[in-house]
């Protein structure tokens, strides 16, 4: 993508804070332009007290305190009013950001590695912080600065105010732009480098038993080994690219004011005007020099930006139509002629597949692992959108059912169910605004209430608190109390037993028999033994659906 594109994008966020950029930008002005007064109300008294010329010290020093309490007063505010406005902006960022994961939903999430998420989320909005806060005002403070200053030194002398022009822009515009355009690779290959790390810490947090189980811990070292050492070799490009920035742009500074002495030396008889304008020329690249440096802090910024646009601006594998309809009740789903093929391969899952689960069935179906059976489930709930076909909710096309109406038809529950690092309570309720007496019914009807009950806070017990691990029975009984506290009237399960033994396998299946009498169920295992509660069997075979 080209940066214009992502600037463009980036500047949308800061447009409601126009106001306080523009009054950060001015105090920016002010505060740089204290630090010119200072060094050259200084020059000038002591040439004057050189000379033995009348200078009232009095009001000379209460200037330089004034400059000096406004330089840090500008300063402050300037600083706070940028990283103010660049930590607000983040926050803005962020929730576009969930607003587009929503969006993406389950499929592109299921896609995606757990590392380089959590990078964009929070490393790569991190970054974007030295463009708000670093970049978009500095700029506008080195333009005004520099307009002025060049004003005050063509009063001296035309010639010498180009010489100086000439050594902001060589800083402030064309070594950044040099710099970033030569080395923008450098950005890139950093984050790639900081993600590929990230994903393999989280891949051994992860999986530590079975890096014990199979002895790979000397295998994993040696990867996250592999993988900081290519980190801090793309680290180390960034320092040195830095490092040499900083020096040639110093460089640029003083040979910018041996310039201007040279040129003054043969042009200007007054010592004192040819101090004041070599004075003025270094005083007045504070500026610039920091935006010398954006060349370099931006290739990781850029880099950051680039992912985190690419990721807002991907295209949903399904949109909902919020002015579709909303079903109240259940009465049946039906796939007519469904072929399926995901998105990033040709070959197809399923084919010219027809089913029909109308209200009160329930439906098994069978099928070797990697069959499609899953992935029949997940066009039921929309996860992807079939290539041929149709599928329909109460006779109405999915397609035109709302998102919410589609969620509050369905429960689900899969093979692992997810725990938060909360309450049992509110693991339960998902935080719904549902009674404690309802939390407790359904945990009863998944019986695990008294296991609860057996904890030392018993529903307030946070799970990050209990003392040893929680069993995958126990962790599939409090999946099971979330979807009978749901009530859905369809619901859809996603092999609920394989990682389940026998007698925890049989214990789940008979609390779903006894308390899903009335609901519609589609069911989905390998196991035959979990199959049994369904009245009605299928298999797929090939992407076809085949009756037992």
């Not at 990078?119 to 909005?125: F, K, M, P």
């Amino acid at each position: 993508m080209k940066d214009r594109s992502l600037i463009r994008w980036l500047l949308g966020f800061a447009r409601p804070f126009i106001g306080k950029m523009t009054l950060a930008i001015f105090l920016g002005i002010l505060s740089n332009l204290s630090v010119v007064a200072i060094s050259m109300i200084a020059v000038w008294t002591v040439f004057r007290l050189l000379n033995q010329q009348a200078v009232n010290l009095s009001v000379i020093l209460g200037v330089l305190i004034a400059c000096g309490v406004l330089r840090g007063v500008a300063r402050y505010a300037e600083q706070y009013l940028n990283h103010d406005i660049a930590f607000r902006l983040l926050a803005l960022i962020r929730e576009d950001i969930f607003s587009t994961l929503r969006k993406m939903g389950p499929a592109y999430l299921s896609g995606k590695n757990s590392g380089d998420l959590i990078t964009a989320i929070s490393t790569d909005v991190e970054a974007l912080e030295v463009f708000f806060a670093h970049t978009i005002s500095p700029v506008f403070i080195a333009l005004g600065t520099t307009v002025i200053t060049f004003g005050f030194m063509a009063f001296f002398d035309w010639r010498m105010a180009l010489i100086l022009l000439l050594g902001q822009l060589l800083i402030g515009v064309i070594i950044p732009l040099i710099s970033y355009n030569r080395n923008r690779s450098i950005g890139d290959d950093y984050q790639t480098a900081f993600v590929a790390v990230n994903q393999t810490i989280m891949e051994n947090m992860n999986s530590l038993k079975d890096i014990a189980q199979y002895q790979l811990a000397q295998q994993r070292t040696g990867q996250l080994l592999s993988d900081s050492q290519r980190l801090n070799q793309q680290n180390k490009k960034r320092i040195l690219h830095a490092s040499s920035l900083q020096a040639f742009s110093e460089g640029v500074v003083v040979f910018t004011t041996l310039g201007i002495l040279l040129f003054g030396f043969y042009s200007i008889a007054n010592p004192l005007t040819l101090t004041l304008a070599a004075v003025l020329s270094l005083s007045s690249f504070g500026p610039v020099l920091a935006l010398g440096n954006l060349g370099n802090a931006l290739l990781t910024t850029f880099s950051s930006g680039r992912r985190l646009y690419q990721l807002v601006h991907v295209t949903p594998s399904v949109q909902f139509d919020p002015e579709g309809q909303e079903p109240a009740e259940f009465q049946q789903t039906a796939l007519a002629q469904v072929t399926f093929s995901y998105p990033e391969t040709k070959q197809k899952v399923l084919q010219q597949l027809s089913l029909n689960v109308n209200k009160g069935d329930r439906i098994g179906i069978s099928g070797e692992s990697g069959s499609g059976k899953s992935t029949l489930l997940k066009l039921v709930m929309r996860y992807w959108d079939p290539d041929n076909g149709k599928i329909t909710l109460n006779q109405l096309p999915i397609a035109r059912v709302t998102e919410p109406a589609l969620h509050q038809l369905q429960g689900v529950m899969e093979q692992t169910t997810f725990l938060f690092e909360d309450t049992i309570a509110n693991n339960i309720s998902m935080k719904r605004a549902v009674s404690q007496s309802a939390i407790e019914q359904a945990a009863q009807d998944a019986a695990i209430h008294e296991w609860i009950l057996s904890l030392p806070q018993g529903y307030e017990t946070r799970l990050s608190q209990l003392s040893r691990n929680i069993s995958d029975g126990e962790r599939q009984r409090i999946g099971l109390a979330r979807l009978f506290l749901y009530d859905a009237p369809l619901i859809l399960l996603d092999e609920p037993t394989s990682n389940l033994d026998y007698v925890n396998e049989q214990a789940i299946l008979a609390t779903l028999d006894k308390k899903l009498t009335d609901k519609t169920l589609l069911i989905v295992s390998h196991r035959e033994t979990t199959l049994d509660i369904a009245d009605q069997t299928y298999r797929v075979e090939k992407g076809h659906l085949l009756k037992n």
